[in-house]
């Protein structure tokens, strides 16, 4: 009820509020085109790739999320364009907040050597998400 009837899940109007929920994370080239879709005219999902560029090179790029916790799952908001306006902040200046807060929790969570561990298909299994 919190996240969606209450609106906690959506991204806080001062980027104060936001803290260590804003965070960027990797989307499908195609993911961002259809988001872009969905969205109101004058509205965009701000972006780049992995090397900051525009358009994007490559199939993926970096979009910025707030998250919000509770009962265990994670819900995860995009950051408009307007949200950005809205705290007086460039996409770049964002960006570097939410690796900011990214770098902040990798380092209060385990130690590197347990932050894995080997899936039985061989791939690496994040002990973080568990």
Request: charged share 20%.
């Amino acid at each position: 009820m919190n996240a969606f009837v209450l609106g906690a899940a959506d991204v806080p109007p001062a980027v104060a509020d936001a803290q260590e929920r804003l965070l960027p994370q990797l989307w499908s080239k195609a993911r961002i085109a259809s988001r872009q879709l969905t969205l109101p005219p004058g509205f965009e999902l701000p972006h780049c790739g992995l090397r900051g560029e525009l358009p994007l090179d490559g199939d993926l790029g970096i979009v910025l999320v707030c998250d919000y916790a509770v009962d265990g799952l994670t819900i995860e908001t995009p950051v408009l364009s307007n949200d950005l306006s809205r705290w007086g902040l460039s996409f770049t200046a964002a960006l570097s907040k939410a690796l900011e807060h990214l770098r902040a929790r990798t380092k209060r969570g385990p130690p590197a050597e347990r932050r894995w561990e080997h899936h039985p298909t061989g791939c690496g299994e994040s002990c973080l998400l568990g």
